[in-house]
């Protein structure tokens, strides 16, 4: 309509007058203005619809505007809006026993932070206290947060800037088969080597120094590469062995992503602390948290924990949280992420690796995929730079916006990652813009 065209024009000059963004140079910076959302598409303020493959920041994981998630923020709204963390609240309550009890067992107390980086810290912290131990492992090719410590153990070029006090950091080479820091062959050999590796960092740095193992259990912004079986529990039993709290982040691979409630149930693997965030009620309102296992929780028994935020468990956001894990429980959400990952997304993604040369890897599970983009098939030549953009990239994403597709890119790859309820139709067609977009890419192929 004329009022939100004009509404959106406004709103947009105001952002460039006043609007500080992230990750972003301010000057050339360009954002999309959003003027309505729905389900998985979002609208310009021309009117223009868009298929939204990315979720956002992969955190709505329902959609937008889900009517009961909606309705249940109104009604906590209009009864108790805010309350201090010490206080007891029900949705707070609730929140944290639909939590734990979708956690491994034996992880059975939930702290409430505002979002998945101070999840990170605190978790961090938990391990350090518990432990009496400072430093903390972390891969390469990993993003745990945009707080100081979260982004010292960040393995992404974004913690460069950062990177002035990361007392205690050390960071490991991950298991990532399709380009191997372990001249790997197989994926078998990539988890031996992997490991191998990961435990001479252990020894080299001194198991009686290292508090902390943090880990994507399947690395998200980073590549979307799934730990082949074995990987997991072999970071399991390391981390055992050496009395290292494993800390598993499933920030992103969390609350049916991957078509399992937590990513690690795939392999059932236990970690000690999960940390949480977007998923676990899509977004509508900020909220993150740390799942805690019995041993950790019993330092903290009669000692006091040093650490809170005022928002901890805030109402509205665990209220969004109750309703949003209660309709994925409903709506079958996760199942249906899982088949929408094995039927339509999989195998849509490999057609458009036998099609276009410059495809150069397909991997992914539940309605979590990434396409890595290249010149050459043989060399993996990136089709950007790693900690960088390109003009390829940036015209490929410009043609599946321009076709009404958003995606999430990172460097060189593609992430297909839409709402777990999306409609088939729309996941196919959002495929097919792909498809023609692709052909860009192939323009700038290698033979
Ligand atoms: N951990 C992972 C795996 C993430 O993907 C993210 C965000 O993308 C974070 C942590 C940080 O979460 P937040 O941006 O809510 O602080």
Redesign the pocket.
């Known amino acids: 309509t004329d009022a939100q065209r004009a509404e959106g024009k406004r709103a947009y000059e105001l952002d460039r007058q006043h609007v500080f963004h992230s990750w972003a140079a301010q000057e050339p910076f360009n954002p999309m203005t959003v003027v309505k959302t729905q389900d998985s598409f979002m609208w310009d303020e021309t009117g223009k619809r868009y298929i939204d493959f990315s979720s956002q ?1 992969v955190n709505t994981n329902i959609g937008h505007q889900h009517p009961k998630v909606v309705a249940a923020i109104q009604e906590q709204a209009a009864t108790i809006a805010t309350i201090a963390p010490a206080h007891v609240s029900a949705p707070r309550s609730e929140a944290a026993r639909l939590i734990a009890g979708r956690a491994p067992q034996g992880m059975d107390y939930v702290f409430f932070t505002n ?4 999840a ?1 810290e605190h978790a961090i912290r938990m391990a350090r206290l518990h432990t009496g131990k400072t430093k903390v492992l972390s891969a390469y090719r990993s ?4 707080t100081h410590l ?1 982004v010292n153990v960040t393995g992404d070029p974004r913690r460069f800037a950062s990177d002035t006090a990361s007392t205690g950091t050390v960071h490991f080479l991950p298991c990532y088969p399709y380009r191997s820091y372990f001249h790997a062959e197989t994926e078998e050999q990539e988890v031996a080597r992997a490991l191998e590796n990961l435990e001479n960092t252990i020894v080299l740095e001194g198991p009686s120094t290292i508090a902390a193992l943090i880990l ?1 259990s399947v690395p ?2 980073a590549g979307i590469y799934v730990p082949p079986p074995g990987y997991l529990a072999g970071v399991r039993e390391l981390t055992k062995k050496y009395g290292i709290v494993f800390i598993a ?1 499933e ?2 691979s969390g609350f049916g992503r991957t078509g399992e409630w937590f990513a690690v149930d795939h392999w059932d693997v236990t970690p000690d602390l999960i940390t949480f ?2 998923g676990v009620n899509s977004g509508y309102v900020p909220l ?1 948290g740390v799942v805690i296992n019995e041993a950790i929780y019993d330092t903290f028994r009669n000692r006091v924990y040093p650490g809170g935020l005022t928002y901890s468990g805030h109402p509205l956001a665990t209220a969004a949280a109750v309703a949003t894990i209660n309709a994925m429980e409903d709506e079958g959400m996760n199942a249906n992420a899982t088949r929408l990952g094995n039927e339509v997304i999989g195998p849509g993604l490999q057609r458009l690796q036998e099609a276009h040369p410059s495809v150069g890897d397909v991997r992914g599970l539940g309605c979590f995929w990434a396409i890595e983009l290249v010149t050459n098939r043989e060399t993996k030549e990136p089709l950007a730079p790693y900690g960088s953009s390109s003009e390829a990239m940036g015209k490929v994403i410009a043609k599946c916006k321009e076709l009404g597709l958003i995606v999430f890119a990172n460097f060189n790859r593609i992430h297909v990652v839409p709402p777990l309820n999306t409609d088939d139709e729309v996941v196919t067609e959002g495929l097919a813009i792909l498809d023609e977009a692709l052909s860009v890419a192939d323009q700038y192929y290698q033979h």
Do not use: I, R, S
């Open positions: 920041m979002g998945g980086a101070d990170n993003y745990h947060g945009g979260a994507e998200g912004t982040d920030v992103m965030a977007k993150g």
